[in-house]
């Protein structure tokens, strides 16, 4: 399950995330009550209970998305706005850099299009964006053409300014995105508690 | 440099400057997501003429950790 929805309070994005992934999580696996969230080593977060269950979230200011699935996955979010330039040396490879083309809508549109895929894959993988940005590609288009084998990726416009994309090892992402209306209520009564740095079998 | 990191922190987001405490995680206490943190990694490297990188960026998870690690950088 993809989804996302409207936070509008501004610096409670984090929180909602969780709370649109509580939200997902009862819907798909019944869950309720409470669950210990972990974080390998490396940061990314599991289901301490359930690490079959793998999930991501993401959150920009006014908007939270959540990805639940079988295998690794990845979702980020982020709205169209003027970019730090100097990022796009730091991040994107030389190739991405010359599809930074049109005018300045178009190329902020394109440059969020190449950074939450680059954010998608990293969670997916496991290590945010610790890994060497500039050697991994996309090629804009639908679906999104990555250099790394094994991985698919969907993109989605939100809301009109808005760019969600999700990232899901060894097969595509269901195209399907749930935008509900509003940060839905705590479904189950679930509570987060954390847990430990570990690392579940199976994990990459 | 405690006070300059705040002010940077505070180019990103909304929290007040006593809100901003050393073991302040920048992600859960103070809002940040992965494309505002690496906005900050590069205004850091130029106020402080570091180079930062990416997978040691990705370890930083506190305010303290980013200033040991500024420290360390600045130290050699």
């Keep these: 399950m993809i989804c996302t929805c409207p936070v509008p309070l501004e610096g409670q994005e984090h929180r909602a995330a969780y709370t649109l992934l509580a939200w997902a999580l ?5 869950f309720s009550g409470r669950l210990v969230l972990s974080r390998t080593p490396e940061g990314k977060p599991f289901l301490h209970d359930f690490p ?5 979230v993401s959150h920009c200011t006014g908007m939270v998305a959540c990805a639940v699935d ?11 706005r003027p970019y730090s330039e100097r990022l796009t040396y730091r991040c994107l490879a030389p190739v991405e850099r010359e599809q930074l083309l049109g005018d300045s809508r178009e ?3 394109a440059f969020f299009r190449f950074w939450t895929l680059k ?3 990293g969670k997916a993988l496991g290590t945010g964006l610790g890994y060497p940005l500039r050697e991994v590609s996309f090629h804009l288009g639908d679906p999104p053409k990555s250099n790394v084998p094994g991985y ?3 993109q989605k416009v939100i809301n009109k300014k808005f760019i969600l994309s999700v990232c899901k090892k ?23 508690e954390d847990g430990s740095i570990a690392k579940p079998e199976g994990f990459g | 440099m405690f006070e300059q990191l705040k002010e940077m922190i505070r180019n990103y987001v909304q929290v007040a400057d006593e809100d901003i405490h050393r073991d302040s995680r920048f992600v859960e206490d103070l809002g940040f997501n992965s494309y505002e943190f690496m906005c900050l990694v590069g205004e850091v490297e130029d106020e402080f003429d570091i180079e930062v990188e990416e997978r040691e960026a990705a370890k930083i998870k506190t ?4 200033l040991d690690y500024i420290a360390t950088l600045t130290e050699e």
């Design chain 1, 70 to 80: 079988c295998v690794e996955t990845g979702v980020d979010i982020e709205a169209v």
């Design chain 1, 170 to 192: 060894g097969i595509p992402p269901e195209q399907t995105v749930t935008v509900l209306r509003h940060l839905p209520e705590r479904i189950g009564g679930i509570t987060y």
């Design chain 2, 63 to 66: 305010v303290q950790e980013a």
């Design chain 1, 119 to 121: 954010e998608s894959y």
């Design chain 1, 52 to 56: 079959k269950v793998r999930f991501s």
């Design chain 1, 26 to 30: 009862h819907r798909l696996h019944g």
């Design chain 1, 152 to 154: 698919f990726f969907i």
């Design chain 1, 107 to 109: 190329r902020e549109e």
